[in-house]
Every structure is written in structure tokens, then in C-alpha cells.
């Protein structure tokens, strides 16, 4: 099975910048990791999704954070990243990851980082 722990949640000012991580363990190669995706859902409102990364790096993000946001991997690591700029209170949410696994063809979905803006 594979394990997601997320990192890097906090509070924000309006304006200011977060950078989440998300470190996955337990495939059985690094090449066992597809695509990976940050979501988030705020209270009251369903999970949505924020972004995608493909293990070739192809990208994917909502309108609403389009700009802003960068997703990025690291293969070898069996990583992945968002960095958040110019957040907005709208923003505010807990944030969580998902990886596919190409082992035994799954979604695995970490535990979640809140992500605090204040305006």
C-alpha cells in the first residue's frame, strides 16, 4: 500500500505565499507512482480539485488557482509539490494530495494540510 503525508499547511496573510509537500512511501519502485493531484475542501463544500502532474510532468490546474498555483514532482523522490502565491481568503481549505498507484491500481489520498487566509 501506499502512505501520503502531507506538509507545509499553515496561516497565511492575503497576499502571501505556501508551499505544500507530499511525500509517498511505500510503492514498490519509483516508477510504481503516476499521476499525483492536489485537492481541497472547505467547510461546507465538496472536494475540489486544485491541480494534477503526470509522472511526464504535464500539468493541470483549476481555473481558480490557474496562475497562481505551480504543481510540480520529483520521480525519483516520490514527491510532489504545490506552491501557492498570491493566496486569497478563498483559498482557505484542507488541502489534500493523491497519488495513482501503478502496483495495484489505486488512488491513495493522504490526510490533509489546513491552509489558513486571513484577509
Known amino acids: 500500500q501506499v502512505q501520503l503525508v502531507e506538509s507545509g499547511g499553515g496561516l497565511v496573510q492575503a497576499g502571501g505565499s505556501l508551499g505544500l509537500s507530499c511525500q509517498t512511501s511505500?510503492?514498490?519502485?519509483?516508477?510504481?507512482?503516476?499521476?499525483m493531484g492536489w485537492y481541497r475542501q472547505a467547510p461546507g463544500k465538496q472536494r475540489e480539485l486544485v491541480a494534477t502532474?503526470?509522472?511526464?510532468?504535464?500539468?493541470n490546474y483549476s481555473d481558480s488557482v490557474k496562475g497562481r498555483f505551480t504543481i510540480s514532482r520529483n520521480n525519483v523522490r516520490r514527491t510532489a509539490w504545490l506552491q501557492m502565491n498570491s493566496l486569497k481568503p478563498e483559498d482557505t481549505a484542507v488541502y489534500y494530495c493523491?497519488?495513482?498507484?501503478?502496483?495495484?491500481?489505486?488512488?491513495?489520498w493522504g490526510q490533509g494540510t489546513q491552509v489558513t487566509v486571513s484577509s
Open positions: 493523491n497519488a495513482y498507484s501503478n502496483d495495484d491500481r489505486r488512488l491513495y
Open positions: 511505500g510503492s514498490r519502485a519509483a516508477f510504481s507512482i503516476g499521476d
Open positions: 502532474i503526470t509522472r511526464g510532468g504535464t500539468t
